[in-house]
Every structure is written in C-alpha cells, then in structure tokens.
C-alpha cells in the first residue's frame, strides 16, 4: 500500500481504540518494524492497472504493490482480487481460498 495512506489508516485505527498518547507509542512501534516499498514508480503503475481493469483507485495501489514486490495478494475483497487476477498478480480470496492461503504461506516457509 502507499506508505503515506497507510500511515494515515493506521493512526486513525489506533487512536479510535485508545488513549492517543497510546497510540503514539504503538503506531512508532509499528511503522518501525515496517520496511516501506519504494514509491518512485507506484503511482504510474496503479494508474495503468486501473486503466487496464478499471479497479478502484486504492484497490489499484494495492494490486501495484503487489507486483512491484513480486509478491501474493491476500484479500476479503472479490472485486480487488480479480482486478489483480487480471493484472497478472497472483492473488487469493481468503473467504474462499483459505486452504490455498495456507498451502501457499507453508510452501514459502
């Protein structure tokens, strides 16, 4: 995901469920944990996977990271999933797919 929606995502989530001087503490503890992609070429790839499969705009960015890392797409989200399907992003629909998930998590261990 971009860097900088993911920070902002975080600490929204964390300082709706505590204190936020807890929230401080534990998104620094976080993110420092984090290695963060590189961005340079992000933005031009998530535009050309939504001109390609017409996904959602955030959708687009996660597909992008998906396969500028060369890595599997996890997702809840049907529509997310086959727009990184027709990206050429492996990808999973964890409602249906558990199994696969897991097989695929094992194989890589």
């Known amino acids: 995901m971009e860097p900088e929606i993911f920070r ?7 300082v709706r469920r505590m204190k936020k001087d ?7 503890s976080i993110v420092e944990m984090l290695e963060f992609i590189k961005t340079k070429d992000l933005g031009r790839i998530a535009f050309s996977i939504a001109y390609e499969t ?9 597909i992008a990271t998906a396969k500028i890392e060369v890595s599997h797409l996890i997702s809840n989200d049907k529509t997310q999933v086959e727009s990184a399907r027709k990206s050429g992003v492996k990808a999973y629909y964890l409602l249906e797919e558990f199994e696969n998930v897991t097989e695929m998590i094992r194989s890589r261990a």
């Open 54 to 62: 017409g996904s959602r705009a955030i959708d687009a960015y996660f």
């Open 8 to 14: 902002v995502e975080l600490i929204g989530q964390l």
């Open 22 to 28: 807890e929230a401080t503490v534990l998104y620094e």
